[in-house]
């Protein structure tokens, strides 16, 4: 009981209001969140810690909630999300990269391989989406693009 506690206790240090029902329609997120399960924080440049000019994009953190929801409530890391253009030639992204956007995200589910995310996204989702061995990437960009890296 007493890690439950603790555990609340820290939540409640990092914006998370124990009586609020995070689940209903048309609730705001908590102060510092996107969403229900991600934090601004997630996505922020790795170099610079903006979110960029048009912020995150919201269709990609509803995605995100979806992948989510579907693997069981198991926690989705966000490795890499907006990135500024220093950062991303830093790292040899794309020169018309979506994370320069702040329209993608490279992603792990915990204990859930990037082969298996990618299979359970491939037949709906219409956006961007890669296959690396350690990371799925995963764009809301107009139109279906798929590749692996």
Known sequence: MADIDNMQAWAI???YDPTYDYRAANKPPPPGYLSEHFKASEF??????????AGIDPDL??????VRS???DKPVTI???YRCPTHNKAVGGASQSQHLRGTAADITVK??????VYAYLDPWHDGGLG???????VDVRDGRARWSG
Do not use: M, R, W
Not at 111 to 116: D, E, Q, R, Y
Not at 131 to 137: A, G, I, L, R
């Open 131 to 137: 296959k690396y061995s350690t990371f799925t990437h």
């Open 70 to 72: 579907h693997f069981a």
């Open 61 to 66: 953190v509803s995605l995100l909630e979806t």
């Open 79 to 81: 490795n890499s999300g």
């Open 44 to 53: 922020a440049c790795k170099h610079c810690g903006s979110l960029g000019d």
């Open 13 to 15: 240090t990092q914006g």
């Open 111 to 116: 204990g859930v391989s990037p082969s298996t």
